[in-house]
């Protein structure tokens, strides 16, 4: 059975402030996509890694995929309130659809 | 706006109740998802369809019961359910190369939710 976790659970901090957030797992995966839930709404995608190593950046937002393709992180850098929200992590695999989502972290950034 | 389009969004239904909760993609695209979002647990799949077929159950109740009439419209019948049903349920799409077709880096696109409330 795949163990996905994800680090903090919950995370507030004052806008302008930095911080990162994990994904891990005991699995290997192909990929991995990193989604958005703000309130009221569903996940919207962010960005999807492939290769081990691989980091992405979205404005203020940068993604690394770990060498060994079982972990990533999502760093923010000078937070605004707009970043608010669930962020969750998706790994994929070869074999199937069957998206699986980790827990989630609930970032909350205070004005 | 997503393209997926969820009815209705806030949901209150006593438990001999029957309902259905109703997903409209506007995307093209072939798959189709729900899932359940509910406090105390991560993002669960519950069923997907690939070109109007049931290609996944997660091992879901009966009491949901899924329809998929063709590759833009899914809905999910609602019956006696318990309380503990009570959770954000969550439509999403996305595309397939082929029938069936088993691919890496797919996109979800999620409706907005409905909010259900079972009591």
């Known amino acids: 059975t795949q163990l996905l976790e994800q680090s903090p659970q919950f995370l507030s901090i004052q806008e302008g402030e930095n911080l990162t957030v994990y994904c891990n797992s005991s699995?290997?995966?192909?990929?991995l996509q990193w989604y958005r839930q703000e309130p009221g709404e569903g996940p919207v995608l962010l960005v999807t890694v492939v290769t081990g190593g691989e980091v992405k950046k979205l404005k203020r937002l940068t993604f690394q995929f770990g060498d060994a393709r079982k972990d990533s992180s999502l760093h923010i850098t000078a937070a605004q309130p707009g970043d608010t929200g669930l962020y969750l992590c998706a790994p994929t695999d070869n074999y199937g659809q069957n998206f699986v989502f980790g827990p989630g972290t609930r970032l909350s950034v205070l004005p | 706006e997503t393209g997926v389009t969820q009815t209705p969004r806030h949901l209150v239904m006593g438990m001999t109740n029957k309902k259905s909760l109703k997903c409209e993609q506007h995307l093209g695209h072939n798959a189709m998802y729900w899932y359940k979002q509910s406090a105390k647990k991560p993002l669960e799949l519950m069923f997907v369809y690939n070109f109007k077929e049931q290609t996944e159950n997660n091992s879901v109740p009966s009491r949901f019961s899924p329809e998929c009439p063709n590759s833009s419209h899914l809905f999910l019948h609602l019956h006696t359910l318990q309380p503990e049903d009570s959770a954000l349920y969550l439509c999403?799409?996305?595309?397939?190369?082929?029938?069936?077709?088993?691919?890496?880096?797919?996109?979800?696109?999620f409706g907005s939710g409905t909010q259900l409330s079972v009591l």
């Open positions: 999403a799409s996305s595309q397939t190369p082929t029938a069936g077709g088993r691919v890496t880096n797919e996109k979800l696109f």
């Open positions: 699995s290997v995966f192909s990929s």
